[in-house]
T-cell receptor
Framework: QKEVEQDPGPLSVPEGAIVSLNCTYS??????FMWYRQYSRKGPELLMY????GNKEDGRFTAQVDKSSKYISLFIRDSQPSDSATYLC???????????FGKGTMLLVSP | ETGVTQTPRHLVMGMTNKKSLKCEQH?????MYWYKQSAKKPLELMFV???????ENNSVPSRFSPECPNSSHLFLHLHTLQPEDSALYLC????????????????FGPGTRLTVL
């Protein structure tokens, strides 16, 4: 079983749709959870991070962590064509810098 | 220059060549990282440096040799690479290594797209 599972997509949605991106993981010791956005020919940039379980909202983006199910989600409301990118989930143990990434989900938002 | 910069952005090399990738961070950070990003695979951490000392080496073949002369610069020296080493090589930096109770964001550069013929 891979440590972090993420559907590679592509996920195609029309502009204005609500997007749900997800990752599952196997190591219950992960404590920090992150979502990165990576545009074509660019490096990943941090979008959201959460510590342990719960929700976090930032503008159109909401990150959710359900540690009991070992499942994390990123919701994008009112999606825009500029949101078209690959979204990578990442997580790490407390006290360790090593990030464990998912493969990334390619999102395409059409006007 | 701001953030994390990487040069060159693209590199094509033969299996017998020797080349180096360069990373520079302008953020005053103390920790730097090399990652490999291959198609349809998760990012793989290769090396971690903290205050110019290598603190992590994730079973990377010896044909990849990192160098960190100071806390702002990180190099990846390449020699006798294989075609399967073709990938996007990303450099990242963070303020420090992650502590027990702190979040420590890693900032990524744009990467070097490496093709080994």
């Amino acid at each position: 079983q891979k440590e972090v599972e993420q559907d590679p997509g592509p996920l195609s949605v029309p502009e204005g749709a609500i997007v749900s991106l997800n990752c599952t993981y196997s190591n219950s010791a992960f404590q920090y959870f992150m979502w990165y956005r990576q545009y074509s020919r660019k490096g990943p940039e941090l979008l959201m991070y959460t510590y342990s379980s719960g929700n976090k909202e930032d503008g159109r983006f909401t990150a959710q962590v359900d540690k009991s199910s070992k499942y994390i989600s990123l919701f994008i409301r009112d999606s825009q064509p500029s949101d078209s990118a690959t979204y990578l989930c990442a997580m790490r143990l407390s006290g360790y810098s090593t990030l464990t990434f998912g493969k990334g989900t390619m999102l395409l938002v059409s006007p | 220059e701001t953030g994390v910069t990487q040069t060159p952005r693209h590199l094509v090399m033969g299996m017998t060549n020797k080349k180096s990738l360069k990373c520079e961070q302008h953020l005053g950070h103390n920790a730097m990282y090399w990652y490999k990003q291959s198609a349809k695979k998760p990012l793989e951490l290769m090396f971690v440096y903290s205050l110019e000392e290598r603190v992590e080496n994730n079973s990377v073949p010896s044909r990849f040799s990192p160098e960190c002369p100071n806390s702002s610069h990180l190099f990846l020296h390449l020699h006798t690479l294989q075609p399967e080493d073709s990938a996007l090589y990303l450099c990242a930096s963070s303020q420090d290594l992650a502590g027990l109770s702190s979040y420590n964001e890693q900032f990524f550069g744009p990467g070097t797209r490496l093709t080994v013929l």
